[in-house]
């Protein structure tokens, strides 16, 4: 790899899609009639969880349109003439570096447009567009690559989803883990209590959560004694293993049964550690590093077809 | 890889795996009780799909070096027999997650690992039945091999390491080191993962061997 190769190979996709404009312009389209059509069925979103899916749903397929033409925008004799003028690390690092850059444009104006239309959860807003930057540098090392194997196939079209979303998941894992602990600030789980499907859904908030053993219950085997902090009143909550070390407030939302309370969901309203951001922003560049060093690897033996 | 002896230990292997695992006394854990016996197929047949698609990653590599449509052959016959053991894996997964969590498929990192893994190699099929041209296909396919298998190792790596999991061993569950003390589980353990390992070798054996004398008259 060169780098004033990659350079001049990064200004000349700059160059053409400056002069072409129909890229940056059918993604920005895709972002914003999604949305649109998300705005049309809900007004606001509130759900942590369906914000969370839709924002990444909606990332995911705009990138995969953003990257199907990453190598077929050349034409054959033009690959073969770049081949002949650089190393084909160095396409691939230029190629990688643009939709890199596309990709986060993508991403911060679905952001933008997301907030707009179907409302913020977000409580740390740098936070969480350095989340869609790093997402973006490898959501564009995985795509590329992929790009390139599925440029050489024919229906590449169809090609492309299938081969990159199996690879794509655990960026998402990752990112939709990490978008949870920055919504509103709040830690959020998710429990299923078969028990709790009768009644109400209610919402409390409580502090003091003491735990308790249980022993007649083999399945649910702790419990917690939980402080109402608007009726004042003490309630027995089951709501999985989950270590309190604050003692800040928690909203329970969930369903009460017989005179105890199961939650389906917990807020916690505790401030993140600077750990858990470092643990999952590390993985992510962890995973984009050896995915780029891969690239490096396959890239030259699959680019002489 | 023709000779006996290692299909002979094979065989008295899974014999005494599959005989043995059903007799043998377990421990009366508790939730878990006769359905521990699980650990002699279910955990094996993992084992057996992470080696035979090392074993086809390896081959792909081996392709990239030396251009012989022969270790293509090689590589995706692994390919095929390891994804077979992952289904395997899945459906023993799935019959005791039912009566141990109450559930088919909880959500767990494992689980999602192992679904993913299955997932990226039906890719891997589809890539190879979008390309026509041998050499093209054999060259791409091996790319795409290499990479994910680098990515499921990552998955693998570094995604159980973030969250917790239901399986032993993870999120404060007992794991393998207390079964381990109990010698007449680890008694069929450790014979039921080489045993499971070479009767995968074994199909994969088979199965390469016959591809490649199709793709000989499929030449002629």
């Known amino acids: ?305 | 890889m023709r000779q006996l002896w290692w299909k002979i230990i094979c065989i008295v292997l899974m014999v005494y795996t599959v005989a043995y695992g059903l007799l043998t006394d377990v421990p009366a854990l508790h939730t878990l009780h006769e359905t521990i016996r699980n650990l002699f197929y279910h955990v094996p047949m993992w084992f057996t799909m992470f080696v035979l698609l090392l074993i086809s990653m390896i081959y792909g590599l081996i392709y990239m070096k030396k251009r012989d449509l022969k270790y293509d052959t090689i590589s995706t016959a692994f390919a095929h027999v390891g994804c077979f053991f992952g289904i395997l894996g899945f459906v023993t997964g799935m019959l005791w997650g039912k009566y141990t969590w109450g559930s088919y498929l909880p959500k767990d990192p494992k689980i999602i690992g192992a679904a993913i893994a299955i997932l990226i190699y039906f890719a891997y099929f589809i890539l190879r039945s979008a390309v026509n041209d041998e050499e093209k296909k054999a060259s791409l396919s091996a790319a795409y091999n290499i990479f994910a298998f680098v990515m499921l190792m990552i998955f693998t790596g570094v995604y159980p390491r973030l969250v917790d999991s239901l399986h032993p061993g993870n999120g404060g569950n007992p794991g393998f080191d207390s079964y381990d003390r109990d010698t007449r589980l680890s008694a069929v353990f450790y014979a039921a993962v080489p045993g499971w390992i070479l009767l995968g070798l074994w199909i994969a054996n088979v199965r390469s061997r016959m591809d490649l004398i199709n793709a000989k008259i499929k030449n002629k």
Not at chain 1, 120 to 127: G, R
Not at chain 1, 172 to 188: D, R
């Open chain 1, 1 to 305: 790899m060169n780098f004033s190769e990659v350079k001049y190979l990064f200004s000349k996709e700059f160059q053409l899609e400056l002069r072409r404009k129909s890229g940056i312009n059918s993604i920005l389209l895709f972002v914003v009639a999604t949305t649109f059509v998300s705005f049309l069925a809900i007004d606001q979103l509130e759900q942590a969880p369906i914000w969370n899916a839709l924002f990444w749903i909606i990332i995911l397929f705009a990138n995969i349109n953003a990257a199907n033409n990453t190598f077929r925008n050349d034409s054959e004799n033009t690959q073969l003439y770049l081949n002949q003028l650089a190393h084909p690390n160095s396409i691939l690092i230029a190629k990688t570096l643009y939709n890199a850059f596309l990709m986060s444009i993508t991403g911060v104006l679905n952001y933008l447009c997301y907030s707009l239309f179907l409302g913020n959860l977000i409580s740390n807003h740098l936070l969480f567009i350095a989340l869609i930057i790093v997402a973006a540098l490898g959501f564009a090392a995985v795509l590329s690559l992929t790009n390139a194997i599925s440029s050489k196939a024919s229906f590449n079209n169809s090609l492309m989803p299938i081969l990159s979303l199996p690879l794509l998941v655990p960026f998402f894992i990752i990112l939709v883990a990490q978008t949870n602990h920055l919504i509103g600030n709040k830690e959020y789980h998710d429990f299923n209590y078969s028990s709790a499907r009768e009644g109400m859904e209610t919402e409390i908030i409580c502090s003091n959560l003491i735990a308790q053993n249980d022993s007649n219950n083999q399945k649910e085997q702790t419990y917690f004694l939980a402080t109402d902090l608007q009726q004042k009143t003490r309630k027995v909550a089951y709501v999985g293993d989950i270590n309190f070390e604050n003692n800040q407030p928690i909203i329970l939302k969930g369903k009460e049964y017989k005179g105890i309370f199961y939650a389906s969901s917990i807020w916690n309203k505790a401030n993140i550690s600077a750990i858990s951001n470092v643990k999952y922003y590390g993985a992510l560049v962890l995973i984009t590093i050896i995915v780029l060093l891969v690239g490096q690897f396959l890239f030259p033996k699959i680019a002489k077809f």
